[in-house]
Nanobody, 128 residues
Framework: QVQVVESGGGLVQAGGSLRLSCAASGGTFSSYAMGWFRQAPGKEREFVAAISRSGGRQNYANSVKGRFTISRDNARNTVFLRMNTLKPEDTAVYYC?????????????????????WGQGTQVTVSS
């Protein structure tokens, strides 16, 4: 059983930056592709970014491309989401998720159903 725990959320002004972290335990971290999703009040959970097992491949939602960067440190069992130039519409609960797969790819990782384990989320609030 893999556990993932997010941290790093908070309140930031528009144009500011935050870095989210997601620490995983209970499994072989490098066997999992990782993803970040977010959910704003009254909206469905949406894909933000994903990274392959090795970290060599990434995928981003169009709404965050060029502003957010996903990375991972397999030695520390941690995945990061660096968020720059934040906008009020980025306000949401951000979730980290793990997907066990053999391939070192990000194919289909935009879909929540692809993921096996989820964290509890961390709140990000961007004020205007």
């Amino acid at each position: 059983q893999v556990q993932v725990v997010e941290s790093g959320g908070g309140l930031v002004q528009a144009g500011g930056s935050l870095r989210l972290s997601c620490a995983a335990s209970g499994g072989t971290f490098s066997s999992y592709a990782m993803g970040w999703f977010r959910q704003a009040p009254g909206k469905e959970r949406e894909f933000v970014a994903a990274i392959s097992r090795s970290g060599g491949r990434q995928n981003y939602a169009n709404s965050v491309k060029g502003r957010f960067t996903i990375s991972r440190d397999n030695a520390r069992n941690t995945v990061f989401l660096r968020m720059n130039t934040l906008k009020p519409e980025d306000t949401a609960v951000y979730y980290c998720a793990a997907c066990h797969r053999a391939a070192d790819s990000v194919v289909a990782l935009t879909t929540p159903m692809e993921y096996d384990y989820w964290g509890q989320g961390t709140q990000v609030t961007v004020s205007s």
